[in-house]
Nanobody, 122 residues
Framework: QVQLVESGGGLVQAGGSLRLSCAASGLTFSTFFGGWFRQAPGKEREVVAAHHWLASNIYYADSVKGRFTISRDTVKNTVYLQMNSLKPEDTAVYYC???????????????WGQGTQVTVSS
């Protein structure tokens, strides 16, 4: 059974940082394409970053480029999203996901975590 479990969300002031973790079981991250998504209240789920474990190039949404960074731990089968210089508009539920092909479209992802809330106060 595949499980993706996110952690690390919370409340932070604008300008602060958080690191989200996504631990996988039942699948090997290195064989999938991974994504981080977020969904703010009243808005559609949007991609934040997407990557293949074995590739060096990573996609970042323009809204987070230069502030968010993906890192990966092969031994722990875990992917991280380091979020710096957070803004109130970053407030959302953040999800990690895994897909069998390279994509940034959320309906093409096969597995999803339960989400973790990130709230940035002004």
């Amino acid at each position: 059974q595949v499980q993706l479990v996110e952690s690390g969300g919370g409340l932070v002031q604008a300008g602060g940082s958080l690191r989200l973790s996504c631990a996988a079981s039942g699948l090997t991250f290195s064989t999938f394409f991974g994504g981080w998504f977020r969904q703010a209240p009243g808005k559609e789920r949007e991609v934040v970053a997407a990557h293949h474990w074995l590739a060096s190039n990573i996609y970042y949404a323009d809204s987070v480029k230069g502030r968010f960074t993906i890192s990966r731990d092969t031994v722990k089968n875990t992917v991280y999203l380091q979020m710096n210089s957070l803004k109130p508009e970053d407030t959302a539920v953040y999800y990690c996901a895994a897909a069998r092909k390279a994509t940034t479209k959320n309906d093409e992802y096969d597995y999803w975590g339960q989400g973790t809330q990130v709230t940035v106060s002004s």
